[in-house]
């Protein structure tokens, strides 16, 4: 079994080397397993250091010219080469825990695709207006949205997909 982790980026130079790492230490669930496991960033036309920042971080970059989420998430779908596709934001931080219970709906054989809930750190900037905040654990900052379970829900085309 091999796991394509696509994370589409647009200047994200701020967040993505901690996400790489993040969503690197998670994949360990999918090894214990004795799966395989790749990242891919697609870079979407970002000005910033993006793209170099995420092959320092050893992944496997591709790129797309049309700023658009879709786009950037098709073009490295058609780069990687696993059997399951899982989608990351970069600015998102995905556990161990979380691969873990991905890794056992997958190995269940009962879903073709899924999704997540997504958790705020906090509110910030504009997200205020839809947001209320309880108590959470508090990240450095910025926008990190919170992976908690995962719902499957969704297919897409002929390959399998799951979207965090």
């Given at each position: 079994m091999k796991i394509s982790v696509i994370v589409p980026a647009f200047n994200e130079e701020k967040f993505i080397a901690r996400a790489l790492r993040k969503i690197k230490a998670a994949t360990g669930a999918f090894s214990l397993l004795g799966?395989?496991?790749e990242i891919i960033v697609c870079d979407n036309n970002s000005t910033d250091r993006t793209a170099e920042k995420a092959r320092a971080a050893g992944a496997t970059v591709v790129f797309e010219p049309v700023n658009q989420i879709s786009r950037a998430r098709n073009t490295g779908a058609a780069a990687a080469t696993g059997d399951w596709l899982v989608f990351v934001d970069?600015?998102?931080y995905p556990s161990r825990e979380l691969?873990?219970?991905?890794?056992?709906?997958?190995?269940?054989g009962r879903c073709l695709g899924g999704g997540a809930v997504v958790a705020m750190d906090r509110a910030i900037g504009w997200t205020g207006v839809f947001i209320r905040n309880g108590p959470r654990d508090r990240l450095d900052g910025g926008f990190h949205p919170r992976l908690e379970r995962d719902q499957p829900d969704k297919t897409l085309g002929g390959r399998l997909v799951c979207l965090l």
């Open positions: 799966w395989e496991s970069a600015d998102s691969f873990a219970d991905l890794a056992s709906v997958i190995q269940s």
